[in-house]
């Protein structure tokens, strides 16, 4: 089953709604506003429909035209069926289209595995949502760590 594009509009519906993002007047273009703390949960189809799958969250989220959210301080996080994280992703701000489903940056990026075992980092990325396909372009680095230093936290 595809992930819905767009699991961040229904946060952005809501704060305007309650008047947390302002829009423009006829004379500006674009939004203005921003929305702080925010997130946002994708959960699994039946017979799981109560697990979460993933949470998009962020320090700061700031709306641009286009249906575009600078995102402050991302945080991704992808879970099984059975609520243990997989994979946590970092990056210090992206542009997300909330149209295409895809978030990118030209800066840094962590991935890291749920049980802490390994962990890949990069400089420019491309998420797309609907396929859940991560791109990191340049300086990419590895990390996959024995047993013995998972056990004693290096």
Not at 60 to 74: D, F, K, T
Not at 75 to 89: A, D, H, S, W, Y
């Amino acid at each position: 089953m595809k992930r819905p594009r767009n699991s961040l509009l229904p946060i952005l519906g809501a704060l305007l709604a309650t008047g947390v993002l302002a829009g423009a007047g006829p004379a500006q273009n674009g939004v203005t506003g921003r929305a702080g703390n925010f997130s946002s949960a994708e959960y699994f189809a039946p017979p799981h429909p109560l697990q979460m799958k993933s949470r998009l969250s962020g320090a700061e989220a700031r709306p641009v035209s286009g249906g575009l959210l600078v995102i402050q301080e991302l945080k991704l996080e992808t879970f099984n069926t059975n609520g243990l994280v997989e994979v946590i992703v970092t990056a210090p701000d992206c542009v997300y289209d909330t149209q295409a489903g895809v978030a990118r940056s030209a800066g840094h990026l962590r991935l890291e595995t749920g049980d802490g075992a390994s962990h890949i980092e990069g400089d420019g990325f491309l998420w797309r949502q609907d396929s859940s396909l991560l791109t990191i372009s340049n300086n990419v680095r590895t990390v996959i760590k024995t047993p013995a230093e998972i056990k004693t936290g290096l």
